[in-house]
């Protein structure tokens, strides 16, 4: 990860949680794709290096007489990171985090959501932080999403998150990133792996996340949802690299006023 609010120079670094390399900053959902044919040849366009998965709706090998993920996407390729989505209290997010370290062989990477409201799916960080604590204090290694609070985001970190991950509108909206400057003062101060989680709906909020310094972009919906799935996960692969690119060359001021690109200064006449 560069310094909070610095764009850095010259060659990227690759992404690091939990003390592991990436080089892809694209996350990837699982969920809403027609078949797992498809998921696969969406994650694979995708590039993701990281898929995350419905421990509570998902079939990775809880049941053995149906198809699994993880025959589509082996953990020997992908990073399976187990997710608590559905989850309304922190007792069933903890619970589902053990499922799916004992299903996983002991992997303890997860990511904690506990949602607290069932229209908007905002997230209750009163139980999240509370399923986080327990999480933490049993060597899990949480990526943890939450709202767009520059002081919970804060506390997250100070608990041991591995990775802070805010919302940057509803899951599934399609909204795009609607609290900038939220989530560029949470960038800020940042010492984690800060990822937006949820509101993208194309490509250019996937580049607009990225110019403003997040580390990379979790997405399922705006991949799963697309009329043609495949060509959007390839779409929002260039987008997350080329908004990374853009944060780190730096972009120029704003201004309200022209200025000439070729400028008369220094000129022969």
């Given at each position: 990860m560069s310094q909070p609010g610095t764009p850095a120079t010259g060659r990227d670094g690759p992404l690091v949680i939990a003390g592991r390399s990436y080089r892809s900053r694209l996350l990837v959902g699982t969920g809403k794709y027609r078949d797992l044919d498809e998921t696969r040849r969406a994650v694979e366009a995708s590039g993701a290096e990281i898929v995350t998965v419905a421990i509570r709706r998902t079939n990775?090998?809880?049941?053995?007489?149906?198809?699994?993920l993880l025959d589509v996407l082996p953990p020997d390729r992908?990073?399976?990171?187990?997710?608590?989505?559905g989850c309304y209290s922190a007792e069933d997010a903890v619970r589902t985090c053990r499922l799916a370290r004992e299903l996983l062989d002991g992997h303890s990477l997860v990511k904690l959501e506990v949602l607290g409201d069932e229209r908007t799916l905002f997230p209750d960080v009163v139980q999240t932080l509370k399923a986080a604590e327990t999480l933490v204090a049993e060597g899990f290694q949480v990526?943890?999403?939450?709202?767009?609070?520059?002081?919970?985001?804060?506390?997250?970190?100070?608990?041991?998150?591995?990775?802070v991950m805010p919302l940057a509108a509803p899951i599934g909206s399609g909204l795009g990133i609607q609290n900038r400057y939220n989530i560029l003062e949470?960038?800020?101060?940042?010492r984690v792996p800060i990822l937006?989680?949820?509101?993208?709906?194309t490509a250019s909020d996937a580049a607009i996340a990225m110019e403003l310094g997040c580390d990379g972009?979790?997405?399922?919906?705006?991949?799963?949802?697309?009329?043609?799935?495949?060509?959007?996960?390839?779409?929002?692969?260039?987008?997350?690299?080329a908004g990374r690119e853009a944060f780190l060359a730096g972009r120029i001021p704003r201004k309200r006023y022209a200025s000439a690109s070729s400028?008369?200064?220094?000129?022969f006449f």
């Open positions: 990775i090998g809880q049941r053995s007489d149906e198809p699994s992908y990073t399976i990171l187990p997710n608590t989505a990526m943890v999403y939450t709202n767009d609070d520059p002081v919970m985001a804060r506390r997250f970190e100070e608990l041991g998150c591995v990775a949470i960038v800020e101060q940042a937006v989680d949820a509101g993208v709906g972009v979790l997405m399922n919906t705006a991949i799963a949802g697309a009329r043609d799935p495949v060509l959007m996960a390839s779409a929002m692969r260039k987008a997350v690299e400028p008369l200064d220094g000129t």
